[in-house]
């Protein structure tokens, strides 16, 4: 092994011994050489020289014998070997240094002991636990009252001027320390966006952040369940005249002569169920063969039906439109028989501030299965508010924040832009959202006779962790003590009801529903505005008496037996505040003949069972002319219906040859007023044509 290698491993060895943590702030306190030397000349100048050693020394000198030339030249041999000798005094002073220096660093070392044993970081408890330890660092050199005190010293200079060093640094423990509640800074989004309430500020201090797991996954991996619906309303005369082979041929009704005295009215129990169009609709595999195969006419025609003229409050009312039937071809007549339920809105009720929370949709097909329904139901939910109600939209993501305040029905244009505001793919922190959104709550007036509704949308109230919901349930509780009244909505299928039970954090804390449809979110809210039951009525019936001189033939839409099950249903057909159903006839009328066309016969049943019952005649002057000219109601269900015959591919579809090109071009025609109607997404997602 040469030299090299030999200082290469022991200077790796050197670098292998551990140095004590202590020994830096030692080595900083040693004083200089110079100070050093300063203190021994000090020392020195006091040892005081004994009298009479001047003469002495003359008296030794004087009695030393004659130099000799011997004597000389041994000293010139002396002379000539002085700069050794000088060498060897020059490594005695040198080490005569060294050993004053050891000995003051010893000194030094015991009198400043106490440096060590004061030092913070030797008296700093080990943490309670590894999950409280906190790592800092920590300066281990002299602090600036050191070097103050030092300078001030006489013949000391100050340590920041006498010498340059490079700073400890080391990760020590910090002692446990408790931190008040109060001193816990507030996530940025409940400081900025909530206004100053002191109610408000209140609740949010005493209920901390919460959701350790903000990234919560959406809940929809269950399968959509396509049941058929279960009382299901159809219409089949017993008469022979009426062709009921065809009917069960085709699967459509067919047309019917008003020459046969049998066939002169037409009695059909109407229904109100939206159930295959959402099911269609709202799916993941939108207009599939899979979802169309139990659709059926009049459900999506009272999907439709909100571009009727409004009923009166808890009535049932008939309304009628006619006008070409633009996909039967010339000669053809269309007649729309409308059944409208008007609100269960009290005259006298009291205002209403309703606070909405929900989460945004994780994709564009999660989107489709919760967030287009509740953005069609908040959208039609605007305009049934009172002059004195107002709504806040609360959007539940990591860091949730209102999107728009106190709107009101004047503030319809405000309201439809602020949903549209709303895109996939954002992530949500639904239990920071529910804190959130009850602090906005209460920022709302409640004095008086006032009502504070919170409707929390969401479908992911099973990803709720058991932590999670122990710290929620004190902060509902609280909340419902200051009147706020909660409504919670898992926005899932409602056929699995019962494999989705409310959270330990919601239990008895207001209404828990499972739906994800856009008729019963609908309810939903209204219920929540009204502060009343949304149910006006049941079993709505209309009978048609046709003019036989005034109508040669007609042929109602939809309502087909199902299975050929000629079975009337006996189940209850019950109508909702704003709810509707449509009855379509396509009808030949000959040129001449009188104007009244027929008379329409409504009968229905309120609340209390009392049975209520309308007439209305229908007259050659209320066709309109053209399809520019018919009203909004009877465009939506002209096209409606001819985009489910379409899919369906049904006889009279086929056998008039029409295409989805046509089903475009007349779309491209469609009244611009219907824009602007609040339903209009209804159609929208309908019609691909419309959404370009």
């Given amino acids: 092994m040469n030299s090299s290698d030999h200082d290469h491993e022991l200077d790796q060895q050197l670098r292998d011994v551990a140095m004590p943590t202590d020994l830096v702030a030692r ?10 030397d300063a203190a021994l000349d000090r020392e020195l100048s006091t040892v005081e020289v004994p009298a009479g050693l001047t003469e002495q020394l003359h008296e030794i000198s004087a009695s030393q014998t004659l130099v000799t030339r011997n004597v000389r030249q041994r000293s010139a041999a002396s002379r000539q070997s002085s700069p050794l000798t000088w060498v060897a005094v020059a490594w005695t002073i040198a ?69 340059s060093f490079l700073p400890a640094i080391t990760e020590v423990s910090l002692p446990e320390t408790k931190v008040a509640d109060a001193d816990t800074p507030r996530i940025k989004s409940l400081s900025e966006e909530l206004p100053d309430d002191l109610l408000a500020n209140t609740f949010l201090m005493r209920w901390q952040p919460l959701g350790a797991n903000p990234m919560i996954d959406s809940m929809h991996g269950r399968p959509q369940l396509l049941l058929p619906s279960a009382s299901s309303v159809s219409y089949f005369p017993e ?24 066939m002169r009215s037409t009695s059909v129990s109407v229904t109100a169920s939206e159930k295959s169009f959402e099911n269609s609709l709202f799916s993941e595999n939108p207009l599939s ?80 299965l919760t967030w287009l329904p509740v953005k069609i139901a908040l959208r039609e939910m605007i305009e049934q508010l009172s002059p004195h ?97 909660f409504t919670w909505v898992q926005l899932e299928d409602e056929n699995y009801t019962s494999l989705v039970p409310a959270p330990p954090a919601l239990k008895g804390m207001g209404d828990w529903l499972v739906t994800n449809s ?77 104007n009244d066309i027929a008379t329409i016969e409504l009968t229905w049943n309120d609340t209390k069972g009392k049975q209520h019952k309308s007439a209305q005649k229908v007259s050659r002057l209320q066709f309109a002319p053209s399809w520019q000219a018919s009203p909004l109601s009877l465009q939506a ?31 491209s025609s469609l009244n611009p007023a219907i824009r602007q109607h609040a339903s209009y997404p209804r159609l929208e997602v309908l019609l691909p044509s419309l959404q370009d």
Avoid at 112 to 134: F, L, M, Q, R, W
Avoid at 244 to 260: D, G, M, V, Y
Avoid at 325 to 340: D, R
Avoid at 521 to 540: D, K
């Fill in 239 to 262: 008469s022979l005249a009426y062709d009921r082979e065809f009917l069960l041929r085709e699967s459509s009704q067919p047309f019917a002569s008003t020459q046969h005295p049998s």
């Fill in 27 to 36: 080595l900083k306190c040693i004083p200089e050489a110079a100070e050093i």
């Fill in 389 to 485: 109600d107002s709504v806040t939209l609360v959007v539940m993501s990591d860091v949730p924040y209102v999107l728009i305040d106190d709107a009101t029905s004047e503030h319809r244009d405000e309201w439809f832009a602020a949903l549209d505001r709303v895109k996939p793919g954002s992530p949500s922190n639904l239990a920071e959202g529910i804190r959130f959104a009850s602090a906005t709550a209460l920022t709302k007036a409640g004095f008086g006779d006032i009502r504070r509704s919170l409707v929390v949308l969401s479908d992911r109230f099973p990803a709720l962790d058991a932590s999670t919901n122990q710290q929620l349930r004190p902060l509902i509780e609280n909340a419902s003590q200051q009147d706020i009244a």
């Fill in 95 to 163: 080490a005569t240094v060294l050993v004053a220096f050891g000995i003051g660093l010893i000194w030094q070392i015991d009198q400043n002991t106490n440096i060590a044993k004061n030092d913070p970081v030797s008296v700093i408890p080990a943490p309670v636990s590894p999950s409280e330890k906190t790592l800092a660092l920590e300066w281990l050199g002299p602090t600036g009252a050191d070097i103050e005190a030092q300078a001030e010293l006489p013949g000391v200079s100050p340590l920041a001027e006498t010498q």
């Fill in 289 to 368: 063969p899979e979802v169309l195969e139990n659709a059926r006419s009049e459900e999506w025609l009272a999907a439709m039906g909100k571009f009727y003229v409004p009923a009166q409050p808890n009535q049932i009312e008939l309304r009628t439109a006619a006008g070409p039937a633009v996909f039967a071809g010339a000669g053809t007549q269309l007649l729309e028989i409308g059944i409208v339920a008007g609100s269960t809105d009290p005259a006298d009720r009291a205002p209403v501030h309703l606070t909405v929370a929900i989460t945004p949709p994780e994709s564009e097909q999660h989107a489709r």
């Fill in 637 to 667: 269900a002209q096209l409606t219906q001819q985009c489910l015959a379409l899919h369906q591919k049904s006889y009279f579809s086929r056998r008039r040859g029409n295409t989805i090109d046509e089903l475009d071009s007349w779309t």
């Fill in 518 to 594: 856009l008729q019963k979110l609908g309810r939903i809210l209204n219920q929540q505005i009204y502060g009343a039951t949304t149910l006006i009525g049941t079993n709505p019936n209309v009978r048609v008496n046709w003019n036989e001189k005034s109508v040669a033939q007609y042929r109602l839409i939809g309502y087909q037996p199902v299975g050929g099950h000629f079975v009337s249903t006996s189940d209850t057909r019950e109508f909702h505040a704003l709810e509707s159903g449509t009855l379509l006839f396509e009808l030949v009328l000959p040129e001449d003949g009188p």
